[in-house]
């Protein structure tokens, strides 16, 4: 990454110090932003999150349509830590992906490994073949039968080894790591085009196409024609991919990444410290919260009634709290959550979709102003940011944001940092 200057700069002659909790999609993109804009920034990775469970999808948010080309752009400065990732594709025209469901998805970008099928809709004389192996989930009769007429099904040898059955996606995919096995597949694909009366325009494959990076590319070109997976279940190859560009990128850009999960986040005089959960303190000028929501682990489901089993509750909490000591506010629809007037809390199913047409559990988060300021010299990206759509490309955007912020602006005594209000729940349900 470069400097707003569009020069490198090494670690050493960094000014801020940006101390960034949290390594998924938000966190990497507020680390890449800062380091941009010219701060040190140490990353604390607490583990496994959301983003590694991604399928490979890119999309803005749920109520955003995919197919709205530049309507849907990212900022310059987000398509930059998208780019430095080097792993998505985002076409102007969005995407259409193909799922293991049986489903045609639309998309406004994807994983490079995942084929995308919207610029072969238009043509009529070319079938996209879907290769026949014996791999979980899949059925390549099934499943072209479920796309539609214009996927055909192909014999092509794809398994080399007989574990390679009931392996599962990620490791599977992980064998075609190796060039000689990429080469391998590729001789295979080119005999079963060769065979196949109906004319060819694409191939699926179930996933398979690498980890350390998207191997769909070099087989492409290997095969003479466009190749890639269909979307997995969460927890497959996607997912990785994304890990391993991440690291990549961070190093690249010269962000320090720390293998450890914040316990609390303070304020302490005119800096911030994180407090790792085996005690050490890591200080820094400026800080960003990019912990992940409900699914990532940032955001804990804790009613009252769940405090103790067999006990009449001695309190009267939100179900909701955050999973490290930060002074922010819990909150969602733009005000602070209020205190269930009920010892036994809210019944769940009003707080959650299907029952609920606009559920608690999809907005709850920390209030922020512009940028997301949570409080001076603290900020929050991703899906801890409340009312903000769960969506990756939403994450990537408000990770950015954040992280030039906090390059930006030091630590100002003269604004309050505000009180802690996790306990609390919407008075309007």
Not at 238 to 256: C, D, I, K, N, Q
Not at 267 to 286: F, H, K, M, N, S
Not at 391 to 399: D, F, P
Request: aromatic fraction near 4%.
């Amino acid at each position: 990454m470069k400097g707003t200057d569009g020069t490198s700069r090494p670690p050493s002659e960094r000014g801020r110090h940006v101390i960034v909790v949290g390594a998924g999609v938000a966190g990497t993109a507020a680390a890449l932003a800062a380091a941009a804009a010219g701060a040190r920034v140490t990353v604390m990775n607490g583990g496994t999150g959301a983003s590694t469970l991604s399928t490979g999808a890119l999309d803005f948010g749920a109520d955003a349509t995919p197919l709205q080309g530049s309507l849907l752009a990212l900022s310059p400065a987000a398509r930059a830590v998208l780019d430095a990732l080097l792993l998505h594709k985002l076409p102007d025209l969005g995407a259409r992906l193909l799922t293991m469901q049986g489903t045609v998805r639309p998309a406004r970008g994807h994983d490079a490994a995942l084929l995308d099928v919207l610029p072969m809709t238009a043509t009529d004389a070319e079938r996209i073949g879907v290769v026949r192996c014996h791999r979980p989930g899949w059925d390549a009769d099934a499943l072209a039968s479920a796309w539609g007429d214009s996927f055909l099904p192909i014999d092509a040898e794809m398994l080399r080894h007989s574990d390679e059955h009931v392996l599962p996606h990620a490791d599977f995919a992980a064998r075609h790591d190796d060039a000689t096995r990429l080469g391998w597949l590729s001789a295979r694909l080119r005999s079963a085009v060769a065979t196949t009366r109906e004319r060819l325009g694409a191939i699926v494959l179930p996933p398979s196409l690498g980890v350390e990076a998207a191997r769909a590319r070099e087989l492409t070109t290997l095969a003479g024609l466009p190749c890639g997976e269909a979307m997995g279940a969460p927890g497959g190859p996607s997912g990785l991919r994304f890990e391993r560009s991440r690291t990549r990128a961070l190093a690249h850009a010269g962000v320090v990444v720390i293998d450890v999960r914040a316990r609390a986040i303070k304020p302490a005089e005119t800096r911030w410290v994180a407090e790792c959960e085996d005690g050490r303190p890591i200080d820094g000028d400026t800080v960003v919260l990019a912990i992940g929501g409900l699914l990532g682990g940032g955001i804990e489901y804790a009613p009252s009634e769940a405090i103790f089993a067999t006990a009449l509750p001695p309190l009267a909490r939100a179900p909701f709290r955050l999973a490290i000591d930060a002074p922010v506010t819990l909150g969602a629809w733009g005000r602070p959550l209020d205190v269930p007037s009920s010892l036994f809390g809210v019944p769940p199913e009003s707080i959650a979709w299907p029952f609920a047409p606009d559920p608690l559990f999809d907005r709850v988060g920390i209030l922020t102003g512009p940028g997301g300021r949570a409080a001076a010299g603290l900020f929050v990206a991703g899906e801890l940011l409340a009312d903000a759509p769960h969506a990756l490309l939403a994450a990537l955007e408000s990770g950015t944001v954040a992280g030039m912020a906090a390059a930006r602006e030091p630590f100002s005594p003269e604004v309050p940092v505000p009180e802690a209000r996790g306990a609390a729940f919407p008075s309007r349900l």
